[in-house]
């Protein structure tokens, strides 16, 4: 599988290190801010007097409007430039966030919620898209790669800060702080305009490759209704919400069906999301040094597949499970960046932002799923058939990748 050949007005001047960095940083503050939230519930629901389950509504209400976003975000990105509306999206999320700290109630928050998740949708399609258009083609997998580790290490980073915070100010305050630490890092975006501007939004050219999936004159429900795009959107849904089950309710299955110390059950959950990071790393510089990206890709998640799965089978063994979280966290990082070159090469320059919208929609989707699953797994069955869930829907994730067999991009002229 060739790459996607990058003409003039879509490969700019400029430094891709910067690039990379500015987008990085952006899906850093996306992670932060839509974490920032869930650590200060308990506090929340004393101040407020709510129940937990009205504040579940308000992170179903982020999640859901950003998720559903993303496939308008995406249209948006094709039409006015990535460059504009990842700041608009920074901006506004971050606001949102801010607001939340002066909420006098519930209404407010799920207002505000829905407000951020609007602002929270822009990222992947406009990131995504900023990084095709402006890295060159060598650097290509690496600049995915610490992409997606901005995020993970936004996620992982958020629940701590938000604690420490809250400690000293408050959840109004913690609140209020975490979304000032996002404006300092969109400044910083900001000024980094010239790295990720990309100009007058792409407009058709013959001469311009066509995307074998989303032809530069596609319109939004045919780059929709596109096999190859409608499993590619399948795949996001799978493997988000089996990354989902392992992320949030690992530790619950760990003490609770495993017996394992609570200090053990949140190092195997961490061991699994620094493998993830780590593998990120190392699957950068695999997409930059192979045209596989699909054998890479499969090669991976079968291994994170077969290690979620086998560590729902070793209850009597906590060590072992831990041992195989940790691996199956690293493969699932492997698979990242080839994942997201080959979502990149299925689309022309006039299309990437709706591809990536639709596709990556799919995370959101995994994300509001995943609690109803697991949630019932947990009150009435095994604790450890979450780990049996989750490896399973990794392993029905891999087949949706062999769409992308026949998805080789026309030759550059």
């Known amino acids: 599988m060739t790459a996607i050949h990058v003409t003039g007005s879509d490969m700019l001047g400029g430094s891709s290190t910067r690039t990379i960095l500015a987008v990085t940083l952006a899906h850093f503050v996306s992670h932060f801010l839509q974490l920032a939230l869930a650590p200060l519930l308990p506090f929340i629901r004393g101040d407020l007097g709510v129940s937990f389950t009205e504040l579940g509504f308000v992170l179903a209400v982020f999640y859901g409007t950003s998720g559903a976003g993303q496939m308008a975000a995406g249209v948006l990105v094709d039409r006015i430039g990535p460059d504009r509306l990842l700041l608009a999206g920074m901006a506004l999320q971050t606001a949102a966030t801010a607001a939340m700290g002066f909420a006098p109630g519930t209404a407010a928050l799920i207002a505000l919620?829905?407000?951020?998740?609007?602002?929270?949708?822009?990222?992947?399609?406009?990131?995504?898209?900023?990084?095709?258009?402006?890295?060159?083609?060598?650097?290509?997998?690496?600049?995915?790669?610490?992409?997606?580790?901005?995020?993970?290490?936004?996620?992982?980073?958020?629940?701590?800060?938000?604690?420490?915070?809250?400690?000293?100010?408050?959840?109004?305050?913690?609140?209020?702080?975490?979304?000032?630490?996002?404006?300092?890092?969109?400044?910083?975006?900001?000024?980094?305009?010239?790295?990720?501007?990309?100009?007058?939004?792409?407009?058709?050219?013959?001469?311009?490759?066509?995307?074998?999936?989303?032809?530069?004159?596609?319109?939004?429900?045919?780059?929709?209704?596109?096999?190859?795009?409608?499993?590619?959107?399948?795949?996001?849904?799978?493997?988000?919400?089996?990354?989902?089950?392992?992320?949030?309710?690992?530790?619950?299955?760990?003490?609770?069906?495993?017996?394992?110390?609570?200090?053990?059950?949140?190092?195997?959950?961490?061991?699994?999301?620094?493998?993830?990071?780590?593998?990120?790393?190392?699957?950068?510089?695999?997409?930059?040094?192979?045209?596989?990206?699909?054998?890479?890709?499969?090669?991976?998640?079968?291994?994170?597949?077969?290690?979620?799965?086998?560590?729902?089978?070793?209850?009597?063994?906590?060590?072992?499970?831990?041992?195989?979280?940790?691996?199956?966290?690293?493969?699932?990082?492997?698979?990242?960046?080839?994942?997201?070159?080959?979502?990149?090469?299925?689309?022309?320059?006039?299309?990437?932002?709706?591809?990536?919208?639709?596709t990556y929609s799919g995370l959101d989707i995994g994300f509001f799923v995943a609690p109803l699953v697991f949630g019932i797994v947990l009150d009435h069955y095994e604790p450890s058939y979450v780990f049996v869930i989750a490896g399973l829907a990794f392993f029905l994730a891999i087949p949706t990748l062999l769409t992308l067999r026949s998805t080789r991009p026309a030759p550059a002229p």
């Open 113 to 358: 919620a829905f407000v951020a998740g609007l602002g929270n949708s822009v990222y992947h399609p406009a990131d995504l898209s900023i990084i095709s258009r402006r890295v060159e083609p060598k650097r290509l997998g690496r600049g995915f790669a610490y992409h997606a580790m901005g995020g993970a290490t936004g996620a992982a980073v958020s629940p701590l800060v938000v604690a420490a915070l809250v400690t000293v100010l408050g959840w109004r305050g913690a609140i209020v702080a975490a979304a000032l630490i996002a404006a300092g890092l969109f400044l910083f975006v900001l000024s980094s305009w010239k790295a990720i501007a990309c100009g007058s939004p792409v407009r058709h050219d013959a001469k311009q490759d066509q995307g074998p999936a989303a032809p530069a004159t596609a319109s939004f429900l045919q780059i929709l209704l596109k096999p190859v795009v409608f499993t590619l959107l399948a795949f996001f849904v799978l493997t988000s919400i089996a990354g989902s089950g392992v992320q949030s309710f690992g530790i619950a299955v760990l003490t609770e069906g495993y017996a394992v110390a609570l200090a053990l059950a949140t190092f195997a959950v961490t061991g699994y999301q620094l493998g993830n990071s780590g593998g990120m790393f190392v699957g950068g510089i695999l997409a930059d040094r192979t045209d596989r990206h699909q054998a890479v890709a499969m090669a991976a998640l079968t291994v994170t597949a077969a290690a979620i799965l086998a560590a729902g089978f070793t209850t009597h063994v906590p060590v072992l499970c831990v041992a195989l979280l940790c691996v199956g966290g690293f493969t699932k990082g492997v698979a990242l960046p080839s994942r997201d070159v080959l979502v990149r090469r299925i689309a022309s320059p006039q299309t990437l932002g709706r591809v990536f919208g639709i």
